[in-house]
């Protein structure tokens, strides 16, 4: 889709990304454990949204419509109604026509893409929010809670682990098709990890990653799948852990900014997006992410832009494989040459295509309803210069995020323009 007024990215914000591995998040052992609280969804929320209204300047009585994004609320909150939650955290959000809207982990990017349809319809200033607490209760009950983005009834009973065993099932096609090897898996969360070491906001921003201790079966890095076949193929270091976090961002059309008295050279246009669904228990081919791929392809002929013109990519890490068909999904490499172009260094913070800069799911974290909007929101601040230490040394004229929903279920394609 190609919206035919112009939708302008003014602005956004996350809060800090917790989970283990911070050293702010209180776990059984942490020194505060028993003392203090980890910061709740409506804490987030506000820390996410204060934060875009002092970036940007917009009020929040200027918001013509909201989506909130959200996966998983009413399993590991007890809390639906997330629409009717945000005016409680912001009373600038009183009386405004919000809904709360859910696609998995590609929650976050349908939350954006409702802020371009409604900016269609005759809005003119639109926020997008994404947040996911997953902490709270045991961990295989967060475990269980994830499994509902797969079809339950017929691959609920694969694993323990079904998104792991999944993806596994991936990375074992993957290597046997194309020769890759877990140490090109490794490359993905070393990657990851340093870049999120220069973010401040990053769930992992203090945890060190070698390559020999990603590519190596340790007590830190095991493997854990029930099924033999697939065990080896993902460990720990190559998976995300759960998260808790917020995003916001402030979309407007040429309308908005004016109202707003915002320059649109202080923002990004989002050019085209490409939106695909397949159905759930059905994928045909596990060594690539065909759904992203036709997503994709939706998104650059829309664009008009070939892979050749993108210059830095968000895409959706949750276990390294991920990253590696991504890439390739998105024409950033052939089939089957994603771990090449890692090796090459192509994707690093000083590559030719600079893939999760400040971090990925894996270094950055993964709050599943704010992921997709955190990836725009990392474009915006990478061509706008608000990236600190991990900001890319170049002019940045096209990005794309890519946003998945369960095992390439659900896939989302946005091409990023900076406005100059």
């Not at 602005?11 to 980890?38: I, Q, Y």
Request: aromatic share 6%; hydrophobic share 40%; with cysteine.
């Amino acid at each position: 889709m190609t919206p035919t007024r112009p939708v302008y990215v003014v602005g956004g914000s996350h809060s800090t990304f917790l989970g283990r591995g911070h050293p702010d998040f209180v776990w059984r052992k942490h020194p505060d454990f028993g003392t203090r609280d980890n910061p709740g969804v409506e804490e987030h929320l506000a820390t996410a949204l204060q934060e875009t209204w002092a970036l940007t300047g917009v009020a929040p009585q200027a918001i013509d419509k909201v989506y909130v994004a959200n996966f998983l609320g009413e399993l590991f909150l007890r809390q639906g109604h997330l629409g009717a939650l945000l005016p409680r955290v912001e009373r600038g959000l009183s009386g405004k026509p919000i809904a709360r809207v859910e696609a998995a982990c590609a929650s976050g990017s349908v939350a954006i893409a409702g802020c371009v349809d409604a900016l269609q319809a005759g809005c003119d200033v639109a926020l997008a929010v994404g947040v996911e607490i997953e902490t709270v209760g045991e961990a295989m009950d967060g475990v269980d809670h994830m499994a509902a983005a797969a079809h339950v009834a017929s691959e609920r009973g694969h694993d323990r682990f079904l998104f792991p065993w999944l993806f596994a099932r991936r990375a074992k096609a993957y290597k046997e098709a194309f020769g890759a090897t877990s140490e090109d898996l490794g490359r993905v969360a070393v990657k990851a990890y340093a870049n999120a070491s220069r973010n401040p906001k990053a769930q992992m921003r203090t945890v060190s990653m070698t390559l020999e201790e990603a590519r190596a079966t340790s007590e830190r890095n095991r493997e854990f799948l029930d099924d033999e076949v697939l065990r080896p193929h993902i460990r720990l270091s190559d998976c995300t852990t759960f998260s808790d976090g917020a995003s916001a961002v402030v979309l407007a059309t040429q309308e908005g900014l004016y109202r707003l008295g915002i320059h649109k050279e202080l923002c990004t246009q989002i050019r085209a997006i490409g939106h695909t669904v397949q159905p759930m228990g059905a994928v045909l081919d596990p060594r690539r992410m065909s759904n992203m791929a036709h997503a994709a392809s939706i998104a650059y002929g829309d664009a008009s832009i070939t892979a050749a013109d993108v210059d830095v990519a968000e895409v959706h890490d949750c276990f390294t494989i991920a990253e590696l068909q991504i890439t390739e999904a998105l024409g950033l490499a052939e089939l089957g040459q994603g771990a090449h172009l890692l090796r090459d260094g192509a994707t690093a913070l000083d590559g030719s295509v600079p893939v999760n800069t400040g971090g990925g799911l894996l270094g950055f974290g993964h709050p599943v309803g704010a992921t997709g909007v955190k990836q725009t929101v990392e474009i915006w601040r990478q061509m706008k210069g608000h990236a600190g230490d991990y900001q890319l040394d170049r002019t940045l004229t096209h990005g794309v995020t890519a946003n998945v929903g369960g095992d390439d279920r659900t896939a989302i394609v946005m091409v990023h323009r900076n406005v100059t």
